[in-house]
């Protein structure tokens, strides 16, 4: 095939690209982008692999092969899982753009070291660098994300972290620009694998002192990285379709990390060196507050009478399995007139959009799937607002408390509908361990119990044949 | 010199492409930021082309490994990628085609 013509088809490709992601603007006409998206990436295999440079093909068939093996499980988790495989995918990106970029190393090293021009050597050390603390970072935030257990969940700090850390990053990019002085030197394919290891270690030093509730922004920034180092790739290969494709992923992480960070009034550094969950150590004790609490016959009854309930859902309602129960609740309000809303707070879930794939999946239309800035202003309507599952985003003390860590982040005013319910498994101080002034409010009830059982209590009160 | 004006040109496209990433992700509907994630991840997966050549071309064995593992890593994000996107994308109903399943 002539050069053009592989030109050509990368062209085409590189537009479909940019098709599939147009097409995501809307979900009636979303799953176009995918079948777009697949056949780029049809063309853009099959072109290469016409390539007459390609001589050895078993091994292509059998890793190909390999990841459809491992790829069509991965692609069948359960949503709740979603964000853990996210980052398993971007981990796996970084490996390949690593990888590569190592192969080429050493490839043009033995080739004859003036194949390693200043340019590439520059390309490839960003490509190695990026694609391996991507690589280990990912693993590390899947592994959390995961639960797993020698993970530890919590943040965890030691003095001097940001700046050892830092120093490792600079001691891997001083051994880069070293190497890039003396491409050619003796020592040069020994000092190689010192930055490999080093971008290692910074990926899995990177992400250990993040706790979950930044999972959101920092699965996007991962995001980023990965699609940067596949840019990196495309300029030690010289390869535009690379660059542009990568290019689409980095400002599209960047995009949504700038979207989290926002909804969490926080900068970038805050989340990346901020060690976050460390601030919210348990301040509770002194004054202990009272709540109050409502029974499942009451609560019913509250909300069949409503006009307006809107539902306020967070990770919880995922943790505890409650979709589908919400999703009965639904039916029963809707069944009887009243207007059902969900209010998506941008950071709730895991991930950004987690709680809108969560709902679907239940089987509640998208278009009663309402986000923050659009309900805000409807919340003094509503005559009751369910919190299932819901902490930090619909903490009043996001607007009044100074002192709070999560002042200044918008949140759901779910304080000003009529009557809150909010579901909760104990009395206890929540996990979280900040107050949340909204359980103590005159017009917040308690229910207490897991998210699960008392939303389907309250289906069956509903259901019942007194309720009609 | 040809060397400079690739690395001009590479700029421009990467540049570019962002600005075009940028305008067009911004308007993806915030509905789909999860489903447009794992689209990306199999988007980006794009480094197979590089991998398919490292891993098929007439270089050392040691080298084409690493091909090999890199194209693994990159196939399974295709394939795990859009096809988690279109599972996910085919759950967003804008109404209920049955009031009561039960």
């Given amino acids: 095939m002539s050069h053009g013509l592989v030109q050509l088809a990368y062209l085409v490709a590189t537009v479909l690209f940019i098709f599939a992601l147009h097409w995501m603007n809307t979900p009636a006409t979303a799953r176009k982008g995918v079948y777009a998206g697949v056949a780029a990436m049809t063309i853009a295999i099959v072109v290469t692999w016409a390539q007459p440079e390609v001589v050895h093909h078993g091994w292509i068939a059998l890793a190909i092969l390999a990841g459809f093996v491992v790829g069509v499980p991965l692609s069948r988790v359960p949503l709740t899982a979603v964000p853990q495989r996210t980052a398993l995918s971007h981990a796996f990106g970084g490996l390949a753009a690593g990888l590569v970029g190592t192969a080429k190393y050493y490839l043009w090293f033995s080739e004859g070291p003036e194949n390693l021009t200043t340019f590439r050597m520059v390309a490839i050390i960003v490509e190695v660098v990026l694609g391996f603390l991507t690589f280990t970072g990912s693993l590390m935030a899947a592994g959390k994300l995961q639960e797993v257990k020698w993970i530890p969940q919590r943040p965890v700090t030691y003095p001097f972290q940001n700046l050892s850390n830092l120093a490792l990053l600079a001691a891997a990019l001083l051994a880069g620009v070293l190497l890039t002085m003396h491409p050619g030197a003796d020592w040069a394919p020994k000092v190689f694998p010192i930055i490999i290891a080093l971008a290692l270690a910074f990926g899995v030093l990177l992400i250990i002192p993040i706790g979950g509730a930044d999972m959101p922004t920092?699965?996007?920034?991962?995001?980023?990285?990965?699609?940067?180092?596949?840019?990196?790739?495309?300029f030690v290969l010289d390869n535009k379709l690379l660059i542009t494709a990568g290019a689409l992923d980095g400002s599209s992480g960047l995009i949504l990390a700038i979207i989290m960070c926002r909804a969490m009034n926080r900068s970038f550094t805050n989340v990346l060196f901020g060690a976050f969950g460390q601030t919210q150590q348990v301040k509770a004790g002194g004054d202990q507050k009272e709540y109050k609490s409502e029974t499942i016959e009451g609560g019913a009854q509250v909300l069949e009478q409503s006009n307006l309930v809107v539902i306020v859902p967070g990770y919880g309602m995922a943790v505890a399995q409650a979709q589908h129960k919400v999703r009965e609740l639904y039916d029963q309000l809707k069944k009887r007139g009243v207007t059902v809303k969900f209010a998506i707070h941008p950071v709730a879930g895991r991930m950004p959009g987690h709680m809108n794939v969560l709902l679907a999946e239940a089987d509640i239309p998208y278009t009663d799937l309402v986000e923050m800035d659009e309900i805000n202003p409807e919340m003094p309507q509503a005559d009751v607002a369910l919190v299932v599952g819901a902490n930090d985003v619909v903490n009043p003390a996001a607007r009044t408390d100074h002192s709070s860590p999560i002042y200044g982040m918008p949140i759901i005013d779910a304080d000003k509908a009529r009557t809150v319910f909010a579901i909760k498994r104990s009395k206890n101080p929540g996990f979280a361990g900040i107050d949340n002034e909204l359980y103590f409010s005159d017009r917040t009830w308690m229910l207490f119990g897991d998210a699960k059982n008392v939303v389907g209590e309250l289906v069956k009160q509903l259901s019942g044949p007194g309720m009609h | 010199m040809t060397q400079t004006l690739d690395f001009w040109s590479m700029m421009f496209v990467f540049v570019l492409a962002?600005?075009?990433?940028?305008?067009?992700?911004?308007?993806?509907?915030?509905?789909?930021?999860?489903?447009?994630?794992?689209?990306?991840?199999?988007?980006?997966?794009?480094?197979?082309?590089?991998?398919?050549?490292?891993?098929?071309a007439d270089y050392p064995e040691g080298i084409r490994i690493l091909g090999?593992?890199?194209?693994?890593a990159s196939m399974t994000n295709i394939v795990s990628g859009f096809l988690i996107t279109d599972r996910m994308l085919k759950m967003f109903k804008s109404e209920r085609k049955t009031a009561d399943r039960k």
């Fill in chain 2, 68 to 72: 090999a593992i890199a194209l693994f």
């Fill in chain 1, 218 to 234: 920092v699965i996007a920034i991962l995001n980023s990285y990965a699609g940067l180092a596949a840019v990196a790739m495309g």
């Fill in chain 2, 18 to 56: 962002s600005f075009i990433g940028v305008g067009v992700i911004r308007r993806v509907s915030r509905l789909l930021h999860t489903p447009l994630m794992s689209i990306t991840n199999a988007i980006s997966a794009i480094a197979v082309v590089g991998s398919i050549i490292v891993t098929g």
